[in-house]
Every structure is written in C-alpha cells, then in structure tokens.
C-alpha cells in the first residue's frame, strides 16, 4: 500500500476541535457532522479538522498524547524495551504529520514534539529492520509484532512478505520420487510449471 | 504491489523459460537411435550409450522422469561441492548474477538430481544470508550501485519492489510544509545516520 493510502486511512479517525462559525448538521455518506457551534468543542475527522484549520474557520484541540511530556515518557519507553510500546493512537505518525503541518499554532512546542515522534518513529524502524533480519536469518518460526502500526507494517512490505514466500516455495517444491507409472502419466504429472518464481505482475514485461 | 501469480503455474512465465534453458551436463543411459547428430564431435548416426553431453534442462526434465532413465543428469558446476562451500563461508560476497541469472529458480529445478539432497539447503541458506544485505540495499541504495549489480534475478525483483516502496514512504515522510525530522543532536550521533539524510537535504 501507499503510504498516502494509509494517510487516507488514518484521516478517519477523530478529533476535537473549536469551530469559529455556526452552522446545522452536515449529512455525509461517513456520517453527520456537527451541529458546529462558535466556541463549543465539537468532534469531527482529522480531515475535516484539516480542511476548517486551512480555512481558518476552526482551532484544533490536539490529542491528549501530543505533549512533549508525554512523548517523552513514551521515547524512554519505547528505550528500555526490547519489544514495542504501545503507541497512543493506530495513526500517530498520520496525526503528527498532519497536525504539525496544518497547525502548529495549536500545539504547544510543536517542534519539540515534531522532534520527539521523529526519535520514537526512528527507533522503532530501526528495531523492525533488525527483527525483520533477524527473522529471515534464523529461521524463527514467527515474530511478536504486538503494538506496531499499520504505516511501520507497512514499511517492510512488500520486500518481507515476498521473500517469506519464495523461501517457502523453495523449502516446499518436491523432490520427485521415482515414478512407478507409466511414461505418459508421469509425463504429465511433472510438476515443471509449479516452480516459476513469479512476483510481480506483468506489467515488467 | 500484487503477488497475484506468484504462485500459479503459469505456463508463458519468462523467468521459467530462461531458467530452463540452462543446460545441464548429463550422461547418455542408453544407446538412441537417429540421434548422432546432436552429438557434433561424433560421425555414428545413434547417440552411443555412455556419452557426456549438455542438454537443455526443459528436455532433461522430461526425459528423465520414465522409469527406465534416458539420460542421467548431472549437477551443474555452480552447485556442486566446491560452490556449495563457497556460498557457506560467504554467500554475500558472492557474484550470484554471474554464476547464474536465475540462481534459485534453477537450484529449485537441479536440486533433484542431487543424490545426497545438500543442494536443498544450500540454496536456502544463501537467499537466509543474503537477505540482510538485500534489506539494507533497499534502504540506501545510493550507496553502492555496484552491489546491486550481483543480484540474482530474483533478488533483484525483490530489491525493485522493496526499494520502490521506500521510496514511496520517504517522500510521503518528506513531503509537507514542515518536515518531520530528527534533533540535531541524533543526526550528529553518528550511529543514527541511517535515516536517510541525503534526501533530506
């Protein structure tokens, strides 16, 4: 998937916000929004807040976790273990990004936390490259992936699933036995076409 | 990203096609009528019991699977012992794209005709070691384009697959008003280098 695809995903999901102007329900296919009224906090998707941000028609109330003590609590976390913390939302790195890009002015020290989710994000990237290696390497049979988010999954596709399924294509394609029929029948029970290593589509040829 | 027909037989597939072209020394099981003028060194007009000679591996495939045996195929040099050992001491340092350009898709066909089954592992455990290397070339591939160069095919798919993805999410990570990037601090800290600072800049 693309990362845009995932930032699509993580817009769905809520935020409060102050409108500055009043208005009724808006009816949406997701569903109704508001009623919006001046100065009363009111919960609408992140791209919605967004999109009012950019029209200066609202203030954003940033997440609860979106603050440097937090984050920082969370870094040293995220430090200490070997395995991943719990990340306070599926999207943090969606959120950030667009809170931090949309309104700074909202957030307070927005460039310390700019900052500190860089940190967490580089560490836990570079944990999932060492267990991901760590993985193919030793053969393991499986990995603990509890608490990763969809957009750091995401980053090791599709080099991991596809090299998990070639290495079981060639762990699983058959050492033919001795064939007791005759020639005909095990002429056509040759397992040739079975083991075309094939990834791509063929939009490469 | 699809993976739609990895797994189906596909019969037009190119990369089957290539590999099976390779030709695989192998000796004649019995003597075969008409067939002498395969064999260019010789004058006889039946291929004669008991000569070495390459075939493509689609007709040793074939041929090789009745009961009474036609042909006895024989490993490929670049799978034998010597090789094998090779690819065990360090199968990164290896140049697998000049020994073969589909390594493991032909291994997978060979290994069969290996009596004592070590090809199997062998091949398994060199795309194990490999793998790391490949992962780390997709991350920064700017580094060395040289290395790139000692791809089997099936690795560089994999590599063009993996390095387009993060691609992708470097400049989804980059592209906004405000970039969201490391302290100052941690890109002074030479271990932390690996965040790619060369597009950043």
Redesign the interface.
């Known amino acids: 998937?693309?990362?845009?695809e995932l930032?699509f995903l993580g817009e769905k999901s809520k935020i409060m916000i102050i409108p500055t102007f009043n208005k009724e329900n808006i009816h949406l296919i997701s569903g109704d929004l508001g009623p919006f009224r001046a100065s009363l906090p009111s919960q609408v998707p992140l791209w919605v807040a967004t999109l009012l941000k950019k029209q200066k028609r609202c203030k954003i109330i940033p997440p609860d976790w979106m603050n440097v003590e937090y984050l920082e609590a969370l870094k040293e976390q995220e430090k200490q273990t070997s395995g991943f913390t719990r990340m306070p939302s599926d999207h943090y790195m969606v959120e950030?990004?667009l809170l931090?890009?949309?309104a700074?002015d909202d957030i307070p020290n927005a460039d310390e936390v700019?900052?500190i989710?860089?940190?967490i994000?580089?560490m836990r990237m570079?944990k999932i490259?060492s267990s991901?290696?760590k993985l193919?390497?030793n053969?393991d049979f499986y990995a603990a992936v509890d608490n990763l988010t969809i957009m750091e999954i995401?980053?090791v596709?599709?080099?991991l699933?596809?090299?998990l399924?070639?290495?079981f294509?060639?762990?699983h394609?058959e050492?033919?036995k001795?064939?007791?029929n005759s020639?005909v029948s095990?002429?056509l029970?040759?397992k040739?076409?079975?083991?075309?290593?094939?990834?791509?589509?063929?939009e490469d040829? | 990203?699809?993976?739609?027909?990895?797994?189906t037989?596909?019969?037009y597939?190119?990369?089957?096609i290539l590999a099976?072209q390779e030709r695989i020394p192998c000796r004649v099981a019995q003597t075969i009528p008409k067939m002498g003028h395969l064999n260019s060194s010789s004058v006889d007009v039946d291929l004669q019991e008991g000569t070495v000679m390459e075939f493509p591996l689609?007709l040793v495939?074939?041929v090789c699977?009745?009961?009474v045996p036609i042909l006895n195929p024989d490993l490929p040099k670049i799978y034998k012992e010597s090789y094998r050992e090779i690819l065990k001491a360090d199968a990164c340092a290896v140049d697998l794209h000049r020994l073969n350009l589909?390594f493991?898709?032909l291994?997978?066909?060979v290994?069969?005709f290996d009596k004592k089954?070590d090809v199997?592992q062998s091949?398994?455990d060199t795309?194990?070691?490999r793998?790391?290397q490949?992962?780390n070339l997709?991350?920064n591939s700017i580094s060395d384009p040289m290395v790139q160069q000692r791809l089997d095919?099936?690795e560089r798919?994999?590599f063009n697959?993996?390095y387009k993805?993060?691609v992708?999410?470097n400049?989804?990570?980059e592209h906004?008003?405000?970039v969201?990037?490391?302290?100052n601090m941690?890109v002074n800290h030479k271990k932390?280098k690996?965040?790619n600072l060369e597009e950043l800049l």
């Open positions: 998937m693309d990362p845009d930032e950030a990004k931090l890009d949309c700074p700019k900052v989710i860089k940190d994000w580089d570079s490259r991901v290696t193919v390497k053969s995401n980053s596709r599709p080099i699933p596809h090299a399924d070639n290495l294509r060639m762990k394609i050492q033919p001795p064939s007791q020639n095990s002429f029970m040759s040739r076409a079975s083991t075309s290593f094939q990834l791509s589509n063929n040829y | 990203m699809p993976l739609s027909v990895s797994y037989p596909n019969y597939s190119l990369e089957d099976t689609w495939n074939e699977v009745s009961r589909h493991y898709e291994g997978s066909y290994k069969k089954n199997h091949i398994i795309f194990r070691s793998f790391r490949l992962i997709a991350d095919t099936l798919k994999l697959d993996a993805a993060r992708k999410l400049i989804w990570l906004s008003a405000t969201i990037e490391a302290a941690v932390r690996r965040i």
